[in-house]
């Protein structure tokens, strides 16, 4: 069955980097878009990130555009999300998704705070 695993959360001072990874099997990984959400409670889920199959195309919410990257690696079916200059409100639980399905991880937190 299809697996998400997500790590790399954590706490980090303002201004600060994390990297993301989302492990995932159970599927042919190399023809799948994939994604990253995240959510705070209280608030819907948002769209953070999306990478094609091939990983050639990729696009961002305006809130993290020119700070986050989304990059994969087909070859160790993983997706990762490099975070910098982290805000507050980057502040949230980040789950991994495989692209246009109801396949989620069990999400990982990332909190900025000084």
């Known amino acids: 069955q299809v697996q998400l695993v997500e790590s790399g959360g954590g706490l980090v001072q303002p201004g600060g980097s994390l990297r993301l990874s989302c492990a995932a099997s159970g599927f042919i990984f190399k023809i799948a878009g994939m994604a990253w959400y995240r959510q705070d409670p209280g608030k819907q889920r948002e769209l953070v990130a999306i990478i094609s199959s091939g990983g050639r195309t990729t696009n961002y919410a305006d809130s993290v555009k020119g700070r986050f990257t989304i990059s994969r690696d087909n070859d160790k079916n993983t997706v990762y999300l490099q975070m910098n200059s982290l805000k507050p409100e980057d502040t949230a639980v980040y789950y991994c998704?495989?692209?246009?399905?109801?396949?989620w991880g069990q999400g990982t937190q990332v909190t900025v705070s000084s």
């Open positions: 998704n495989k692209w246009n399905t109801n396949y």
